[in-house]
């Protein structure tokens, strides 16, 4: 059954086309993929993938491609015309129906990313994630499919909050059906990013040197950079197109309330002072004594 809705993409300007007369979109004319919107963000993310894909390709020797959460095809098409041969999947069994009908000859599957079955597709030079992640409810458990199915490069574009800090915000979506699976999400901050390819078991993890030249990748005023790219890989990652990144530190103590640590400090000592004094001459002696 088609789900009611009207809305919008949680912080963003970009609406979503209104139903026809019974509620319903017609998704044989209507799929979300196809909006102005949509289609220039494909447009700008493409042109920085022409850009810097030969440089990969010469690199790592990359031939086979995974699309991770394909939606009707556009990448997949892309990356096929670049020359590579192209798999592809999406948790929408309608928007598989239409990429098949759109680009014969492409291999398109029916898979959901959080599913550690997926890993059964095999493993792939090149897994491009693009739009994805922001909309599924367990992030980690994707990333540690897309380490499994990489084989050289991964290469991920995300919605993402602008921080280091290592951390995933819960959000409500509109019940969109060509979009995300689930109407929850956690959304990831940037250092979340980078810390879930780390400890999915990349070795080499990078920001993008330049971001695709689209209103949601840059600053404007009384709003912050909206989304982000990142590479994950097998081999070493760097210039020109891409500057490594360290793994995210854990945030400082969240409960703790003294920022100055001056009542750890006592605490510390009030447990100290409550041991016996045999404990807390050997204690002393551990720390103060010779050698």
């Not at 991770?68 to 041969?85: K, Q, W």
């Not at 290469?155 to 915000?169: F, N």
């Amino acid at each position: 059954m088609r789900q009611k809705f009207r809305g919008s993409v949680p912080g963003t300007r970009w609406r979503y086309p209104r139903p026809r007369a019974d509620g319903n979109l017609n998704l044989s004319t209507d799929f979300n993929f196809d909006r102005p919107h949509a289609t220039h963000l494909v447009e700008t993310r493409q042109a920085l993938l022409r850009e810097i894909l030969p440089a990969c390709v010469q690199a790592q020797g990359l031939r086979t491609v995974l699309d991770a959460g394909c939606g009707v095809g556009y990448f997949s098409a892309f990356l096929r015309d670049m020359g590579f041969e192209v798999s592809a999947f999406d948790a929408r069994s309608q928007n598989i129906e239409e990429a098949r009908r759109r680009h014969p000859g492409i291999r398109f599957n029916i898979a959901d990313m959080e599913d550690p079955a997926l890993q059964k597709l095999g493993q792939f030079d090149l897994v491009l994630c693009f739009g994805l992640v922001y909309h599924l409810e367990n992030p980690m458990r994707a990333f540690r499919n897309l380490r499994a199915l990489t084989g050289k490069l991964l290469l991920v574009e995300s919605v993402a909050i602008p921080e280091q800090k290592p951390a995933l915000y819960l959000r409500d979506e509109p019940e969109i059906e060509d979009q995300g699976v689930h109407s929850f999400a956690a959304y990831p901050s940037e250092g979340a990013l980078h810390k879930m390819a780390y400890r999915s078991g990349f070795p080499y993890v990078a920001r993008f040197a330049s971001l695709p030249d689209h209103e949601d990748f840059r600053s404007a005023f009384g709003r912050r950079r909206f989304r982000t790219m990142l590479a994950a890989s097998m081999t070493p990652l760097g210039a020109p197109h891409f500057v490594p990144v360290e793994e995210p530190h854990n945030p400082p103590d969240p409960w703790m309330t003294d920022p100055t640590g001056v009542t750890k400090m006592f605490r510390r000592f009030g447990k100290f002072m409550e041991k016996p004094w045999q404990e807390k001459l050997t204690a002393m002696w551990r720390r103060y004594g010779p050698g």
